[in-house]
């Protein structure tokens, strides 16, 4: 085949375009990964916002323990909603479609936030801005996914840990900032909203730059229309069988959309999503237990005022962004399972080293196990649970698999969320971290026993077999 004209018959025709490694170098895809990580800065950034003004947020509403606990939850449970019936139409009506409505909506709800004039408006605004990010996740990794030879999908998708620690860096230096030109009590409203000029930014964008999978438009029999994506992507000339695409039969069954989920629990992949699901979740536990509140932290191992927490708070990050770096790089090399395994092991490490030793610590060691905690994390399952979810399935049940396991994380998160200040607040910080050790635990058992590795594997590749089990279900 001409290298320059390509020749399309079946959806593996698009497949091993894509996959072949003579266009690894081609720059047509790469403003695809920069604009779907871009969704995901955002969503890091918003996530971080609130963390900062937790302390003027429960002055400023009288809010207990309880309440702020349920606020900072709100938008992991809209999140998790997001992600269940995101996940479901980005593989129904399709990626650009769900990635341009999750922006928007992301866009409006923080606006909403940052005017809040009471709690429960801020609640509201906070559960449509969970929603965002839960249609967000699904629909970005997919896209990196399908844009991408197999021997780079893996390392540039966990990208997106080493971006989310660069949102919260720049959250935590834009604090600073707004703080030293006497933001005082509005802090938090001037944060969150902030958040809504990178959503708008990247919502534009998107808009103008992006265009819908090709291997989505393919595995649903539209040919033409991939074949046009590629054109326009890649600058190369393609031509379509007419007795292949007369073929084309557009399935609109809904029975056969619902399938989607059934698929994921099949023979094949119900240890994958086992896998994919445990690990997500309890990453999003410890994550959102620890990361979330970092400055609260800050101030309890530290003692000193606020800037101080928010400069601690960024040198944390900044072992986040080290350890998803790090971890990005090496994925090609190590594989996931063994990337989860170490970073796993050091989380657990620094959490019963804080949590039974930790308060007769000197600050700077407390602090210097802290790092280590965020390092471990960004490195190990921080980053595989999604990861794994996004690259363990073919194009036809992607978005429902990644959708499904962003779902069911976010209980993690909730979790996280709600109950950590509940218990920092009962029986104190070093205890807290001390049975937070219990969670790693949990997910270094699931890397362990399922051997599932998605790494250099052409999951595609399955995609004829999906075909047939989606024909027998419908």
Excluded at 99 to 116: D, G, H, I, P, S
Excluded at 148 to 173: E, H, M, P
Excluded at 189 to 198: N, S
């Amino acid at each position: 085949m001409d290298q320059d004209r390509l020749e399309i018959r079946r959806f593996e025709d698009v497949l091993n375009f894509i996959n072949r490694s003579e266009h690894r170098r081609r720059k047509g895809g790469l403003y695809v990964v920069l604009l779907a990580l871009g969704g995901i800065f955002t969503d890091a950034y918003d996530f971080t916002s609130l963390g900062i003004g937790a302390v003027q947020l429960r002055q400023q509403f009288a809010l207990s323990p309880m309440m702020l606990g349920t606020l900072t939850a709100m938008m992991a449970v809209g999140a998790l909603v997001g992600g269940l019936f995101g996940g479901y139409y980005t593989d129904r009506l399709g990626r650009f479609k769900m990635f341009f409505v999750n922006m928007l909506l992301f866009v409006v709800a923080t606006l909403v936030a940052a005017f809040a004039p009471n709690y429960s408006v801020l609640l509201i605004a906070r559960f449509f801005m969970g929603i965002g990010v839960g249609l967000d996740f699904p629909v970005a990794m997919a896209f990196i996914a399908e844009y991408n030879t197999v021997d780079r999908k893996g390392g540039l998708i966990n990208l997106w840990q080493a971006t989310w620690y660069v949102a919260g860096s720049i959250c935590f230096i834009l604090a600073l900032l707004m703080y030293s030109l006497g933001a005082g009590d509005h802090l938090w409203r001037w944060a969150v909203g902030f958040g809504a000029v990178p959503a708008a930014l990247v919502l534009v964008l998107r808009y103008f730059l992006m265009d819908e999978s090709p291997l989505w438009e393919a595995a649903r029999g539209n040919l033409a229309a991939a074949a046009k994506i590629l054109e326009a992507t890649y600058h190369v000339r393609t031509t379509v069988d007419p007795a292949a695409q007369a073929q084309f039969v557009e399935q609109r069954d809904h029975a056969h959309s619902l399938a989607l989920y059934r698929l994921i629990f099949s023979p094949r992949y119900r240890l994958r999503t086992v896998q994919a699901v445990v690990i997500s979740t309890m990453q999003s536990f410890e994550y959102y237990a620890v990361g979330f509140y970092l400055p609260t932290i800050a101030l309890l191992i530290f003692g000193a005022d606020f800037v101080t927490a928010i400069l601690g708070s960024l040198v944390f990050n900044l072992f986040g962004v080290l350890g998803g770096g790090l971890q990005a790089w090496l994925t090609q090399s190590w594989g996931i399972r063994r990337l989860a395994m170490t970073g796993c092991s050091l989380v657990i490490a620094m959490l019963l080293i804080l949590g039974l030793f930790g308060q007769h610590f000197p600050p700077l060691l407390g602090g210097v196990c802290l790092a280590l905690f965020i390092f471990g994390h960004s490195f190990g399952i921080g980053s595989q649970g999604l990861t794994l979810a996004s690259l363990s399935y073919p194009t036809v049940i992607r978005g429902a698999a990644s959708g499904f396991t962003q779902a069911v994380q976010r209980i993690g998160s909730v979790v996280g969320f709600f109950f950590f200040p509940i218990l920092v607040a009962s029986i104190g910080l070093y205890p807290t971290l001390l049975w937070l050790s219990l969670v790693p635990i949990i997910g270094m058992i699931a890397v362990v026993t399922i051997k599932w590795d998605p790494t250099g594997k052409d999951v595609d590749a399955e995609y004829a077999e999906i075909r047939a089990m989606q024909e027998r279900q419908v």
